[in-house]
């Protein structure tokens, strides 16, 4: 330091420092036993999985600097909306088993939850023993970014990399849970639209996977013309296809140019139905882009069981769904680069843990 060498960002233990605080020009953080044992200084706990110290040094550098460290990658991530017109139909648990599976061949996948209702932290993250907001949870981070998205876009990748989590367990970043349902409800189309735009553009993921509320208001509608693929799920019930039918219609009659750009990129995804293609789900005069299928698992319906990748969480691994998610993926344009060994092994019950597929670097990309 003495001899002039630059300085991208300094992160050393309280007692590396002089008694005196650092020059206001130095980029610095202190590595913490934790936080509050130096107030005055940006603190980063040091005991803490690699993964997740390793990012919070990068917000720090973010918050410092007003950008985010060099990603070393063009073009943006590809996006998957997942949706429903049924209410409890899985979306949740699709959206974080794709973007684990995604995960595991080595893609960097951010998870999106657009729900008014966000219920995502019973299976990622840290448990929420409470509803009431806690600033260690990070309670005002997705109001924070969206602020910033629409006063100060050019700070936006800063800010994410702020905002943003690890779960070091689905190998995947996510937002931490909105405590406040006002914030949500006060979000517009362009904003979410502008949100996953901030994410795809940051260089730092290869896939966005973006869980959706049921219905199809015109946020929904918006996200969903801005993904590269739609998975519309599709409970093997009377009335949930007739949902579908009704909800397709109307964004057919209310958005008739938004709807022609997005039907081809839609998979219709049927639950608990027959695999065979005389029996996939669909509706009459209904023409999407594919079809898809996801088995029924009867142990998610009647409770919970032991943590297991397989299952995300508290539901017990289910190597079928594993499979028929890593099917979808295929389908869906996301192909494995460097062959389908992964999908192979998903095939034979396998849960390709990380261990087990470390000599594939299976990469995805839409196409």
């Known amino acids: 330091m003495q001899g002039g060498y630059p300085i991208d960002l300094l ?4 007692s590396f420092l002089r008694e005196e605080e650092p020059s206001p020009n130095l980029p610095a953080a202190v590595l913490v036993k934790r936080k509050g044992e130096c107030p005055r200084l940006r603190e980063i706990e040091q005991y803490q999985p690699l993964p997740q110290l390793m990012q919070a040094i990068s917000s720090a550098y973010a918050a410092i600097w007003g950008a985010d460290l060099p990603a070393g990658t063009a073009g943006g991530a590809a996006v998957i909306g997942i949706c429903s017109a049924s209410g409890g139909a899985g979306k949740t648990v699709l959206a974080l088993h794709a973007a684990r599976q995604a995960a595991a061949t080595g893609k960097r996948v951010f ?12 299976w990622i993250g840290r448990r929420r023993s409470s509803a009431a907001p806690r600033p260690e949870d990070g309670e005002d981070a997705f109001s924070r970014l969206l602020y910033t998205i629409k006063s100060s876009p050019a700070s936006a990748a ?34 979410a639209v502008k949100l996953i735009d901030c994410v795809s553009a940051s260089k730092e993921y ?26 519309w799920l599709v409970p093997d019930q009377a009335a949930a ?12 009659r209310r958005w008739p140019d938004s709807f022609g750009r997005s039907e081809r990129k839609i998979v219709c995804v049927g639950i608990g139905t027959s695999d065979s293609p005389d029996k996939r789900p669909g509706i009459d005069g209904w023409r999407a882009g594919s079809c898809g299928w996801l088995p029924e698992i009867p142990l998610w319906r009647a409770g919970s069981g032991p943590d297991g990748f397989g299952g995300i969480g508290s539901l017990p691994p289910a ?18 680069e460097g062959g389908s060994g992964y999908a192979a092994e998903a095939d034979r019950g396998g849960t390709a843990r990380d261990g087990q597929i470390a000599d594939r670097p299976e990469r995805y990309g839409i196409g």
């Open 11 to 14: 992160v050393v233990q309280p």
């Open 111 to 122: 998870y999106l939850n657009l729900e008014l209702w966000n219920a995502s932290g019973e």
């Open 158 to 191: 800063a800010r994410l990399a702020e905002a943003r989590e690890r779960d070091t367990r689905l190998l995947i970043d996510y937002l931490p849970p909105c405590p406040y349902p006002e914030e949500r409800l006060s979000m517009t189309a362009d904003d």
């Open 206 to 231: 290869d896939l966005v996977v973006a869980d959706l509320d049921s219905g199809l208001d015109e946020l929904n509608r918006a996200v969903l013309e801005r993904c590269d693929r739609i998975w």
């Open 241 to 252: 296809r007739r949902k579908f039918a009704l909800a397709s219609q109307y964004w057919k």
């Open 319 to 336: 190597p079928a769904y594993q499979a028929a998610v890593v099917r979808l993926l295929e389908m869906s344009g996301l192909r494995g």
